[in-house]
């Protein structure tokens, strides 16, 4: 079982950066693709940003391209999600996952561990 906790979330203006750091458990974290993934009110679990196992490989939607960055530290058992020039569509809850294999996939259906969200703000 892999227990993922997230943190970083808050209140930013329109414009702003803010840091999610996601720690897990798990000691074979390095061979899990990880991601972030974003749920705000009354709209569906989106894909935000995923990272292989390695943290060679990245994925971020088409969305967030330009501004946020996913980024691991295997070393550490951490994933972080570096989010600039926030915009108030940004905001929701954002989710760390963890897959049971280092290859990296952008459905949330793939990934088999949650942590319980942070929620981000972003007022204009």
């Known amino acids: 079982q892999v227990r993922l906790v997230e943190s970083g979330g808050g209140l930013v203006q329109a414009g702003g950066s803010l840091r999610l750091s996601c720690a897990a458990s798990?000691?074979?974290?390095?061979?899990?693709?990880m991601g972030w993934f974003r749920q705000a009110p009354g709209k569906e679990r989106e894909f935000v940003a995923v990272?292989?196992?390695?943290?060679?490989?990245?994925y971020v939607a088409d969305s967030a391209k330009g501004r946020f960055t996913i980024s691991r530290d295997n070393a550490k058992n951490m994933v972080y999600l570096q989010m600039n020039s926030l915009k108030p569509d940004d905001t929701a809850v954002y989710y760390c996952?963890?897959?049971?294999?280092?290859?990296?996939?952008?459905?949330?259906?793939?990934?088999?561990?949650w942590g319980q969200g942070t929620q981000v703000t972003v007022s204009s």
């Open positions: 996952a963890a897959r049971t294999t280092f290859y990296v996939t952008r459905d949330s259906r793939d990934y088999n561990f």
């Open positions: 798990e000691r074979t974290f390095s061979t899990s693709a």
């Open positions: 990272i292989s196992g390695s943290g060679g490989l990245t």
